[in-house]
């Protein structure tokens, strides 16, 4: 059997978990020496298999957390205005995304939803449904970390119209779902088929919420 890169990544984020884990349970320390070098081996493979990894991400990837190993969460504020959908384009790479960012600790979901639209496009709204839960492993996503990431998208309603760009952003806008797709999007952030979920949910009066 063939391993694609995805596959091989997950495999060193799995080694990774039982590595940590393991070394925040383990009470002997023989088990803790075990573990050290299992995480030794997986730091090795990152070296090898990914590309401009440098000793700092490495670092901040392997031992900027410590107990229970578990996914990061990233949310994203689909809000629309007369069928058109916000975007916001980031300064970093010039692509255009849907707004949001990692979930904050004192935030709910809902909440950095709302404090991610206000920071990158200067307006407030009010999340009304949850379109998806979706692992970005699993759906392809390119990965820009080494992190697990579970994907959450909100609908929400915008109760401001005074758009304006913030500090990580440069413009700001609403596009139809045809002007949308050919903008030069931010895949690891919003992938096509992310922004056809959010218009089907726009348009539907009642929505199951998608989830792998």
Same mark, same amino acid.
């Given at each position: ?5 995805? &596959? ?12 940590? #884990?393991?070394?925040?349970? !383990? ?6 020496? $075990?573990?050290? *070098? =299992? ?6 493979? #990152? ?7 440098? #000793?700092? *991400?490495?670092?901040?990837? /392997? ?18 205005? &007369? ?40 307006? $407030? +709204?009010?999340? $009304? ?5 979706? &692992?970005?492993? *699993? ?13 959450? /998208? /909100? ?11 913030? +500090?990580? #952003? !440069?413009? +700001?806008?609403? /596009? ?6 050919? =903008?030069? =999007?931010?895949?690891? $952030?919003?992938?096509r088929e992310d922004f056809k979920m959010a218009f089907e949910c726009h348009h539907s009066?009642?929505? *199951?919420?998608?989830?792998?």
């Amino acid at each position: 059997m063939v391993l694609i890169m995805d &596959d091989v990544e997950q495999l060193i984020e799995q080694l990774q978990a039982i590595a940590q #884990t393991g070394k925040h349970y !383990s009470k002997d320390v023989f088990d803790r020496e $075990r573990y050290d *070098q =299992l995480e030794t081996v997986a730091k090795k493979l #990152t070296t090898e298999l990914a590309n401009n990894v440098t #000793t700092e *991400q490495l670092g901040i990837f /392997f031992d900027a957390d410590t107990g229970y190993v578990t996914p990061k969460v990233d949310i994203r504020a689909a809000s629309f205005k &007369d069928d058109k959908i916000l975007l916001v384009r980031e300064k970093s790479s010039g692509e255009w995304s849907i707004p949001g960012g990692w979930g904050d600790i004192g935030y709910s979901a809902g909440e950095i939803a709302v404090k991610e639209t206000y920071e990158e496009a200067g307006i $407030r +709204v009010q999340p $009304r449904r949850l379109i998806a839960i979706k &692992d970005m492993q *699993q759906n392809h996503y390119p990965k820009k970390n080494l992190n697990y990431v579970y994907k959450i /998208f /909100f609908e929400c309603t915008p109760f401001e119209n005074d758009l304006h760009s913030g +500090v990580e #952003t !440069s413009d +700001v806008a609403y /596009f139809t779902l045809e002007e949308a797709l050919k =903008l030069n =999007l931010s895949l690891a $952030r919003n992938m096509r088929e992310d922004f056809k979920m959010a218009f089907e949910c726009h348009h539907s009066q009642i929505w *199951q919420t998608y989830f792998d």
